[in-house]
């Protein structure tokens, strides 16, 4: 995960070099200051960690996961503004909107989720057209209305609607679940490995998004704001239903447990090749940010 983060981190700081002062030098210095440093880059770790199982070429690899990633960081931005959550920190350090200012924020996270689609569709991400398409086609699915912005979009209403355990799921299935997803099925289409082939990763991705999504629940009702680098009990103060609240914390952490077992079981096809990927399942019960 360090490797990987490191990576992730030299190949933001290569992509978002700022051009000579035109005027645009902020917007740049915006998008550095959200996308380099601190965070799981738990994203760019399960495309490199899916795409080990078919002998992918690494730097198909990592330009995939960093467009991912990339789209998650324009959400971060997004999430953190006055209209959405209102929040001041994120991985330790002020939002952009508070590091800058609110359009500065907005045009920073616009141009991440840009620049997503520009990495995929590159040649350099893969040689052959039909895969950088079906690439393009994945991640727009998980970060639009049926997928992530769609569960935020839910989780606005949550505010002032009552949710069911069933509705949370859906929710969270789709605000974050859909993103991690997206990058076990862009790993798999990397390996060039057909759709009916996918059963057991997406049951894996599946059960790995919706755990991540619990341990957060339990993060941010039991753990430190300071190793999280963020606000936490948010839910709780805006009257959220979650996982916690429905379940209560003990039946919560036995569910992430389960799911994460469940995981490591659609794995069963693979042999050492999967070790990654089931260890990325097991750190999910133990995380502390």
């Known amino acids: 995960m360090v490797k990987i983060a490191a990576e992730t981190d030299r190949r933001f700081a290569f992509l978002l ?6 005027g645009r ?18 994203r760019p770790l399960l495309v490199a960690a899916t795409a080990r199982l078919f002998a ?8 995939t996961g960093l467009a991912i990633e990339a789209i998650h960081v324009y959400s971060l931005i997004h999430d953190d503004l006055p209209a959405m959550d209102d929040d001041d920190l994120r991985r330790g ?20 989720h840009a620049l997503a689609f520009e990495w995929l569709a590159h040649r350099d991400t893969h040689p052959d057209p039909a ?15 049926i997928g992530m912005a769609g569960g935020q979009m839910m989780d606005i209403a949550a505010e002032t609607t009552s ?24 790993g798999a289409i990397l390996g060039r490995l057909p759709p009916e082939g996918r059963t057991g990763l997406r049951g894996y991705a599946r059960d790995v998004g919706l755990a991540f999504q619990i341990a957060d629940d339990l ?3 039991e753990g430190d704001e300071v190793l999280a680098g963020k606000r936490l009990r948010k ?55």
Request: some cysteine; aromatic content about 4%.
């Open 235 to 289: 839910d709780e103060t805006m009257g959220k239903e979650t996982f916690v609240s429905l379940l209560g914390v003990e039946e919560a952490r036995a569910r992430c447990a389960m799911l994460v077992d469940q995981a490591v079981a659609h794995l069963h096809a693979f042999g050492p090749e999967a070790d990654l990927l089931r260890d990325i399942a097991r750190f999910v019960l133990g995380r502390d940010r």
């Open 17 to 22: 070099a700022s051009p000579e002062d035109d």
């Open 56 to 63: 992918v070429d690494p730097e198909h690899a990592a330009r």
């Open 219 to 221: 993060l941010d009702v």
């Open 93 to 112: 350090k002020p939002t952009v909107h508070k590091a800058f200012d609110e359009a500065t924020a907005i045009l920073a996270g616009d141009c991440l």
């Open 163 to 186: 949710f069911s355990l069933a509705m949370v799921g859906r929710l969270q299935a789709m605000k974050t679940g859909a993103l991690i997803a997206c990058c076990v099925e862009s």
């Open 25 to 42: 030098g902020g917007l740049y210095a915006a998008m550095r200051h959200a996308a380099i440093g601190g965070g799981k880059r738990l």
């Open 131 to 145: 895969v950088r398409a079906d690439l393009v086609l994945e991640l727009a699915r998980a970060a639009g209305p």
